[in-house]
């Protein structure tokens, strides 16, 4: 009996006052790309350049709250002469304590050196670097999964913060100098990594 009942609290259950869906509804009338469902809590989007991107929901709970958070997926083929491990990360983010001044790319959860040049080449390229400087990113990262490539951007706009004690629900907006350096950035990844 006791067995069930820890089972029972420690299931996975999404946040209380959480609305599948209700941030994606507000960001498509931001992003100024055309956008499908693909399901409650996702969108499949086309940029007016022609860049095909998806976009997920993230919750994260805290007490007596949680988030709705956005995360950018690209889905990227990589023409690198070295063959990558099967998993791997690499985590990119701003360097600079008081101002932006760069960005500086980590290798995680594999440790070979294919992963380095590419992180490498990522830290190197000055149009990708001006792309990401005036990004406001939660978490940006390449990830590599079953031998596939993607990148994955959490911006801190395009997010709903809801409260149940005291009862609030905000929205963070999207603003356009943000999404086009969201779609620039995305563009700029997609371009050097290709190549």
């Not at 709970?61 to 690209?74: D, K």
């Not at 063959?83 to 600079?96: D, K, Q």
Request: positive net charge; aromatic residues 6%.
């Amino acid at each position: 009996m006791l067995h069930r009942l820890v089972d029972w609290l420690r299931r996975e259950r999404p946040p209380r006052g959480y609305r599948p869906g209700a941030t994606l509804a507000r960001l498509r009338l931001e992003l100024g790309a055309e956008c499908e469902p693909a399901g409650s809590t996702a969108l499949t989007c086309r940029s007016a350049d022609g860049l095909a991107f998806s976009v997920c929901e993230r919750t994260d709970a805290v007490f007596l709250a949680h988030t709705v958070s956005c995360e950018f997926r690209l889905p990227l083929a990589l023409a690198v002469d070295t063959l990558a491990p099967e998993v791997g990360r690499i985590v990119i983010r701003h360097t600079g304590a008081l101002r932006r001044q760069g960005i500086a790319c980590q290798v995680t959860g594999a440790d070979d050196g294919s992963l380095a040049a590419i992180a490498h080449r990522l830290q190197d390229d000055a149009a990708l670097q001006a792309a990401l400087l005036p990004l406001d990113f939660r978490r940006c990262e390449l990830r590599l999964e079953d031998g596939r490539w993607q990148l994955c951007i959490e911006h801190f706009g395009a997010s709903e913060v809801v409260s149940n004690f005291p009862p609030m629900r905000r929205y963070i907006r999207l603003i356009a100098p943000q999404r086009q350096a969201l779609l620039q950035s995305l563009r700029a990844c997609q371009q050097l990594l290709a190549a």
